[in-house]
């Protein structure tokens, strides 16, 4: 065996402290899989605290189904009407973040501070009825004059937020909106394609696809070491996405959910 080489199932990476400005130290443990989906969950809630929830939503879906005359689907490929997209995720991965310096009730050193779950390349559709978000949605929005902005969350105070939003937009100068005019409810967003642009306007692969679970405010790494995201206390889910639609798209008929069901619902969900 002295010759022989290859990738090993799992893939152990120590980041040191002082990879990001919060000081944690980094552990991700990847395993090298490929992973072609399609999931249907009736009902999802995470980070239940205080009288609200992290992220809350139903009839999510990663994946979906062709409808006739769809035509090139995202990743470039004409399905026939019934075939399924699936959803793409390559090397899962769980990151832990510790904090070095704290001390633990037992007088150990080194507290966890906070972990992750993503893929280092993903893609796909993901539909759902969310009432509830915690994290951020790439997402460019279209304004009134067709100048593309980037999407903010609110609350139900029409006030940006990145905790436990209701609402998607365009922030006026005081960071709020107006419902109907610059924001709408996210279950308007019905669904949406995680992907990054590919550089010739196409959908490609992103590596920022995650959900995370902190104590505290952690500074999570992109595996390919390009971008830092901040997510904070509690649940935190980031969805980026090359998509952008109009903001009277999102105020009108809203962005319609793809076909997610065997039998093809149409906007219907169950």
Request: hydrophobic share 35%; with cysteine.
């Amino acid at each position: 065996m002295g010759e022989v080489a290859g990738q090993a199932f799992m893939n152990i990476e120590n980041l040191p402290v002082g990879t990001t400005a919060s000081g944690h130290e980094f552990t991700r443990m990847t395993l090298n899989m490929d992973i072609e989906t399609r999931v249907n969950i009736d009902d999802v809630v995470v980070g239940q605290v205080d009288g609200g929830a992290d992220f809350a939503a139903s009839h999510v879906a990663l994946g979906h189904i062709a409808r006739e005359g769809d035509g090139a689907q995202y990743d470039g490929v004409t399905y026939a009407a019934g075939e399924a997209v699936p959803f793409e995720a390559y090397d899962p991965y769980i990151e832990l973040a510790v904090d070095p310096d704290e001390v633990n009730p037992d007088n150990s050193i080194g507290r966890l501070s906070g972990f992750r779950m993503g893929f280092k390349q993903a893609r796909g559709s993901v539909s759902s009825n969310t009432t509830s978000f915690s994290g951020d949605i790439g997402l460019m929005i279209n304004d009134s004059s067709g100048t593309p902005q980037q999407a903010t969350l609110f609350g139900s105070d029409n006030l940006e937020t990145s905790k436990r939003a209701t609402q998607i937009g365009i922030a006026d100068g005081n960071g709020a909106c107006v419902p109907g005019e610059t924001c709408a409810a996210l279950s308007q967003l019905r669904s949406l394609i995680v992907g990054a642009d590919d550089g010739s306007g196409g959908t490609g692969f992103t590596d920022d696809f995650f959900i995370g679970f902190q104590r505290e405010g952690v500074e999570w790494q992109s595996p390919d070491g390009a971008n830092v995201i901040q997510a904070g206390q509690g649940v935190f889910i980031n969805l980026p996405t090359n998509m952008t639609v109009d903001m009277g798209t999102l105020t009108g008929a809203g962005v319609p959910r793809l076909r997610t069901h065997q039998a093809d619902l149409g906007e219907s969900l169950f």
